[in-house]
């Protein structure tokens, strides 16, 4: 059963840093493309960065120059490095991931439980 788990929310204050985690989990065969999503209160959810299997990395313009995308292939995981953060930056954010299941020859996206972000002024 493949699952995403989250890490590294928290309440910090404009001008500091957060560093969120995600690591993938299951029976897996690969892991495609990878990416932070965020939501907050009354939004709709909206793309922060995605990273693909090959290295490419997409941003919002929003977080351009602030916040970076990694991951680490090998251990599943995918971190968001997220510096000077701002007071519009608040929201839960969201890990995705599109991965093969190891019984599957299709890849499916699938959603981490969110981790919440705070700044405050």
């Known amino acids: 059963q493949v699952q995403l788990v989250e890490s590294g929310g928290g309440e910090v204050q404009a001008g500091g840093s957060l560093r969120l985690s995600c690591v993938v989990s299951?029976?897996?065969?690969?892991?495609?493309?990878m990416g932070w999503y965020r939501q907050a209160p009354g939004q709709r959810r909206e793309l922060v960065a995605t990273v693909s299997g090959a290295g490419y990395t997409n941003y919002a313009d929003s977080v351009k120059g602030r916040f970076t995308i990694s991951r680490d292939s090998g251990a599943r995981k995918v971190l968001l490095q997220m510096n000077r953060l701002k007071p519009e930056d608040s929201a839960d954010y969201y890990c995705?991931?599109?991965?093969?299941?190891?019984?599957?020859?299709?890849?499916?996206?699938?959603w981490g439980q969110g981790t919440q972000v705070t700044v405050s002024s």
């Open positions: 299951g029976s897996i065969a690969s892991i495609a493309d």
């Open positions: 995705r991931a599109f991965v093969r299941p190891s019984d599957s020859s299709s890849t499916y996206p699938y």
